[in-house]
Structures are given as structure tokens and as C-alpha cells.
């Protein structure tokens, strides 16, 4: 009984140990660890077998023995030299710059050596016990070294590595530290305990999930090692079942044993209850859905190169420009193999609406999402309509709107999250060449539904704020005309109040017939404006000396009067002609509306080949500092009360900007005011004499 103990347990080893190196025998040609696994494996698996017929028959020496046990320490532990050779030098053969292969050569043929002395113990003056001691220490000491050799492995892995070499670390860690353990009890009780040489077989048999995951996720040897995985699924679920049932088992007979009178009612009434609790467990979709991600996420490779898939989705989001939201259904469909879908999408905090469709018809008018959004934010799952169909039961409270749940064409909803928020909702038509979807592509998909709802979002916002701008530029244009119709409106005011007086005067009806044209002029322009949107019209050569002689003219019947002073006889720049005539005559006006009638305002004109100056001077009531600062210039901001809009000044000194100029006042309470412009001279007239526009600001 004991033999066949024994032999089970090496047979389990042997058959392990085989299916792993049968699984690695396509790729042992992989450099450089490739062969050297392969060897491993296979030598572990002749080493069982030997150990095995050692046991059932009386035809193997120890010796022999002996020999498979180094051929299969050494085959560990030279691969474990190459993984740290790799790690520490990216070079197999060499670990921080030291070649290993000569001593290892060494260190095997010494030992070697001290089995094949076993033999001629009988010829030399060793005895047994020294012997024996010695193999024994060798064991010792491999073992030992293997645990070394695994712990600085381990401990010098970054992060990323140790994903990829645990499992590996975990199998052999625990294939050294159990011989280490009995060898050591061996050497202090001068023999091998049956046991745990009978339990090695197994303990290394049941290690080898453990080094088949440390293989498959090992990048230093990318082997293509695939299993079905209903069959892992299958396995893993038996295997589990198998072990709640001993587990209940044991538990049960515990219940009998300590039960008394009652224990055999009670461990009746035990299993059954762990019976029908297991057959619960094991058809409930929602716990075997969760078992297969598990098992998919831990056992097997990744179907996505998702370094490729993330800069293919980036690019094609980048080359979108104008139907974003099409766009992005026509980049999310590929990746479910979908033909065609929908996009919903809220803006303002409004119940969504459909944004884009894309190769299919949009559904009827009326047509909602209902609560759908609000459960999509508080799950952010991918919905299976095929799924929902078979198995509702997994998706919980989700109640869809009716005319999705009719449609038997729609199969994936994907919600597009920003900032913890569904941007938008994708629905895709059923695909015709996939019909289900795994963990992974729910987490393609959502990851490629989080980029596209920043997309989404930042196109969103793009559109608003041009919106938002176009709303600013007309309204500041409308402001600009409503000013503009204010002045028009007072030239107007001042023909009806002055009509009776004068209306048989010959002279006041031409000139109101001018003013009644230029007003209509005027007008006009204002409502081409506001058509084109434009303020401006396009800039042409002004000559300025003659501007400013009509603005004073038309001015002469304010008072008081504007003087004239100008030492430039012609100059031009490049402005609009109105815009320019525009600004001159408000700051005059202004001038003259701050000084009483007896007062003075000059305007002087002066320049050289760049600049041209014009001084507008006042003595009337002035300014504070703290006014031209913060005031003067702030649209709608007014000192006139009802009948001024404060944009005057805002709009005179932004135009001149414009032209490349700029507007400074300088300016004393009770004292007057002085608006100094500077504008680019366009044309200078040959000859003409010139001053220095900085010192005269500085009179």
C-alpha cells in the first residue's frame, strides 16, 4: 500500500511534467530560454519516471537514482542562472558582467563526481555514513542554492516584471523549499523520512499550473501556449466542486462524530443543504459569467494589441472635423464588427436627443432614451441587447425604452463617459459576422467610449463657444450702431426743433436736405453692417488734414467753436474713412460738451515720417486719475446719464488700436483735458517738415 503511495504520487509528477513539455514542444527552438525550459521539463518528467520504477521494482540502483536527481536540479538552475543573467545583463550567459557557464561546469562535474564515488566506497577509506552525509549535503546545498537564485530573481524584478516571473518564482520556490526541508531533516535524523519522500511527487506535480502560468506570461519566451478555455472553465468549475464536496464531507462526518444521538439526522440535513447550496452556485449565470472573466483575465493572453488599437483609435478621432458625431460611430462600429449605429447625446442638461445616425435609419419622432442614461452612469456597463435578451437577470433593475427593446436589430449600448458623466450613448446594429462579446472587448469598448466622449465633448464645447462668439460680435455690433443711431437720432432732433423757426429760410431747408441725405446715408451703412456682420468697411489712403477740416466744420455750430492748429499741411493714413471720422467727431464732441461756451478747444495736428499726431484740448472740468483709469475707457460706462451708452470712447480708442495707434489722455479736474492720438502715417508729403511726435506728447 505503501509502494503504490509512492508510486501514484511520482506517476502524478511524471504526467504533469510531460503535458507541460509536450505543450512547450512546438517551441523549444525559441532563444534563448526556449530549449533550456524544454529540457527542464522533460528531465523532471524522466526523473519521476525513475524514481517511480525505483519504487515498483528492485532493477534501479541508488546511484542511478542519484544521477536523475542532479540532471534535474541542474537543468532548474541553470535556467534560473539565465534568467538572472537576462534581468541583470539582457545576456544569457553572463550575470553583472561575470560568465557563470565554466563554474557551473564545474560545480556539476564535482558533483558528479561525489555520486559516482558511491560505488567505490567499497575500495577507498570512505565509509557509508560519510558518504551518505555528503550526498546529502550536496541536496542540501542545490537546494538551498535554488531558493537563492529564485529569491534574487524575485526581489530584483521591477513591477511589471514580477507579473510575469511570480508564478514561475512561486512553482520552483516551492519545488527547493520542500527538498530543503526534508534533506535537512534527513541530515539530522541520519535518514529520509518515507513520507515526505512518498508526498515529493505529488507536491511537484502540483506545482506545475504554477510554472505553466510563469511560462505563458514570461515575455523573455512569448510561446503561444493556448488551452480552450470552455475546457479551463470546465476543469477549474469540477475541480472546485470537487473540492467543496470533501470539504462539506469532512465537515459532515465532524457533525456526525460530535453530534451524538443526533449526528446522523444532522449530517443528512448538512448535506443537503451544502448540495443544494452547490447546485445554486454552480447555475447562476452571474457567478459563472464572473468566473469565466476571472479565468480569461488570468490565464490567457490578450486577444488586443491595445498599444495598437489605442493610437489607430487616436488617429482616426484626430482626423475627424466636421460630423464628429458620426465620425464616432463610424470609428466605434469596427471594433465590434458592427455595420451601422446611432449616437445620443445631451447638451445643457437636456433629456438626450439623437445626435447622428450612420448607416441607419433614425428611429420614429418620439422616440426616447428614458432613465436608460441615468443607469448607464451608475453602472457604466456595455449592454448585450442579445445578453439582456437570454439572461436579464444579470443586468438587475435595467429597463429599457420599449422601441429599443423591440428592436431586433440594435445589440450593443455603449455609454460614452466624461468626467464621471454619460456624454452620449452609441447603439450598434447587430453584427454579421460576431455574434457575442467577451470582457475584453466590453473593456475595449469602454475605454474607447471614455476617448470618444472626450472628443465628443470638446467638439461640443468648441461649437458653443463659436456660438457664443458670434452672439458677442453681434451684440457688441449692435451696441456700435445703436450708438451710431443715437447720434444720427439728435442731428434729426435738432432739424424738427429748429424747422419751425427756419422753415422759410431757404438756406435751412438745403441744409437740412444735407443732413436729412447723410443721415439716410448713415442709416444705410448701419444696416449693411448689420447684415455682413463687418463694422468696418475696407481700408483706404485718408487724407487726414482734410478729415479733420470737415469734422471741425460740421462742428462750427456747437460751442465753443474748435480752433484749429495744425503744422502738417497733408498727410494720409490707411483707415476706413467713416470709421476715422466717426472717432474724431466724438472726442470733439465730448470736448466740447465738458467746456462752458466761453471756453477754448483746439485740435492740433503734427507728425513726422512714421506717426501722426492729433491733440484734442479743452479747458473745461476735467478728469481725476482714478476716472481715466478705471472709467473712461470701460464700455457702458457713462457720465451723461439716460442720454450717453458709455461705448464711445471704448469703441474711438479700440479702432485706433486697430489701425496700429493708440488714444492717451492726460487730464485735470477743473483744469481741462488733452486726448492725444497717434496713428501710422501711410503718406507723407515730400518736403514737408517734420516734429518729433514723443516730445510733443511731452508738452
Not at 523532471?44 to 536540479?73: H, M, S
Amino acid at each position: 500500500m505503501v509502494v503504490n503511495i509512492g508510486l501514484f504520487s511520482y506517476l502524478a509528477a511524471c504526467l504533469s511534467f510531460a503535458v507541460v513539455g509536450g505543450l512547450l514542444l512546438r517551441y523549444w527552438r525559441v532563444r534563448p530560454l526556449g530549449p533550456s525550459l524544454f529540457l527542464a521539463c522533460i528531465v523532471t518528467c524522466v526523473w519521476a519516471v525513475l524514481i517511480a520504477f525505483g519504487i515498483a521494482t528492485p532493477y534501479l540502483t541508488l546511484t542511478d537514482l542519484q544521477l536523475g536527481e542532479l540532471a534535474r536540479n541542474a537543468c532548474w538552475l541553470f535556467l534560473l542562472l539565465q534568467l538572472l543573467g537576462l534581468q541583470s545583463d539582457g545576456a544569457p550567459w553572463s550575470i553583472r558582467g561575470r560568465r557563470w557557464r565554466r563554474l557551473f561546469a564545474l560545480a556539476f562535474a564535482a558533483a558528479l563526481a561525489l555520486i559516482l564515488l558511491h560505488p567505490l566506497t567499497q575500495f577507498l577509506p570512505v565509509n557509508d555514513n560519510l558518504h551518505y552525509q555528503l550526498v546529502v549535503g550536496l541536496w542540501l546545498v542545490l537546494a538551498l542554492l535554488g531558493l537563492l537564485l529564485v529569491e534574487q530573481l524575485f526581489r530584483n524584478a521591477t513591477q511589471s516584471e514580477r507579473w510575469s516571473i511570480k508564478h514561475l518564482c512561486f512553482g520552483l520556490g516551492t519545488v527547493f523549499g520542500y527538498d530543503f526541508f526534508m534533506y535537512s531533516e534527513a541530515l539530522l535524523f541520519h535518514q529520509l523520512d518515507a513520507e515526505l519522500w512518498q508526498a515529493r511527487g505529488l507536491v511537484n506535480a502540483i506545482i506545475t499550473p504554477w510554472l505553466a502560468v510563469g511560462i505563458i506570461r514570461n515575455t523573455k519566451w512569448r510561446v503561444n501556449v493556448h488551452v480552450s478555455r470552455q475546457v479551463v472553465f470546465h476543469t477549474v468549475t469540477l475541480m472546485g466542486a470537487g473540492l467543496y464536496l470533501l470539504i462539506m464531507g469532512l465537515t459532515g462526518y465532524f457533525i456526525r462524530f460530535m453530534g451524538g444521538s443526533w449526528g446522523a439526522v444532522l449530517q443528512m440535513g448538512f448535506w443537503a443543504a451544502a448540495c443544494a447550496l452547490l447546485l445554486s452556485l454552480l447555475f447562476s449565470g452571474k457567478l459563472r459569467a464572473r468566473a469565466r472573466v476571472f479565468l480569461s483575465k488570468h490565464f490567457f493572453s490578450y486577444h488586443y494589441d491595445y498599444r495598437e488599437e489605442w493610437l489607430k483609435f487616436t488617429q482616426a478621432l484626430a482626423g475627424l472635423n466636421h460630423n464628429v458625431a458620426e465620425g464616432i460611430i463610424r470609428i466605434l462600429a469596427p471594433l465590434a464588427s458592427s455595420p451601422a449605429g446611432l449616437l445620443w447625446a445631451s447638451n445643457d442638461n437636456q433629456p438626450m436627443r439623437l445626435l447622428a445616425h450612420w448607416q441607419i435609419p433614425p428611429p420614429e419622432a418620439g422616440q426616447e432614451l428614458g432613465h436608460l442614461g441615468d443607469w448607464l452612469q451608475r453602472t457604466g456597463w456595455v449592454i448585450d441587447l442579445l445578453e439582456w435578451r437570454r439572461t436579464p437577470e444579470i443586468y438587475g433593475d435595467l429597463v429599457l425604452p420599449d422601441w429599443i427593446r423591440d428592436d431586433r436589430q440594435l445589440w450593443l449600448i455603449i455609454p460614452l463617459m466624461f468626467r464621471e458623466r454619460v456624454e452620449a450613448v452609441v447603439i450598434l446594429k447587430k453584427s454579421d459576422i460576431k455574434h457575442s462579446i467577451n470582457w475584453e472587448d466590453r473593456d475595449l469598448l469602454k475605454t474607447a467610449g471614455q476617448q470618444a466622449a472626450t472628443h465628443l465633448a470638446q467638439h461640443l464645447a468648441s461649437k458653443a463657444l463659436v456660438e457664443a462668439r458670434q452672439f458677442d460680435a453681434f451684440n457688441r455690433l449692435s451696441a456700435y450702431v445703436v450708438h451710431d443711431l443715437k447720434n444720427i437720432l439728435a442731428q434729426q432732433s435738432l432739424i424738427i426743433s429748429n424747422a419751425a423757426k427756419h422753415r422759410n429760410n431757404p438756406a435751412f431747408v438745403d441744409d437740412m436736405i444735407l443732413t436729412v441725405e447723410n443721415s439716410v446715408a448713415r442709416m444705410q451703412r448701419l444696416m449693411e453692417q448689420m447684415r455682413s456682420g463687418n463694422r468696418s468697411a475696407p481700408a483706404g489712403i485718408v487724407s487726414l488734414p482734410a478729415l479733420l477740416r470737415d469734422v471741425i466744420a460740421g462742428r462750427r455750430g456747437h460751442m465753443p467753436a474748435p480752433q484749429v492748429s495744425f503744422t502738417v499741411d497733408d498727410c494720409a493714413v490707411e483707415a476706413d474713412r467713416e470709421r476715422l471720422t466717426t472717432v474724431f467727431n466724438h472726442l470733439i464732441q465730448n470736448a466740447q460738451e465738458a467746456t462752458d461756451p466761453q471756453g477754448s478747444v483746439v485740435v492740433r495736428l503734427s507728425g513726422n515720417r512714421d506717426w501722426v499726431k492729433i491733440d484734442i484740448e479743452d479747458n473745461g472740468r476735467g478728469m481725476d486719475e482714478e476716472f481715466v483709469q478705471e472709467r473712461l475707457f470701460r464700455p457702458f460706462e457713462s457720465t451723461k446719464g439716460l442720454t450717453g451708452m458709455g461705448i464711445g470712447a471704448f469703441e474711438s480708442r479700440e479702432y485706433i488700436r486697430q489701425l496700429g495707434g493708440d488714444i492717451r489722455v492726460a487730464s485735470t479736474p477743473g483744469s481741462g483735458s488733452v486726448f492725444h492720438v497717434t496713428i501710422p502715417v501711410a503718406q507723407w508729403p515730400r518736403g514737408a517738415a517734420t516734429m518729433d511726435v514723443q516730445s510733443a506728447n511731452d508738452r
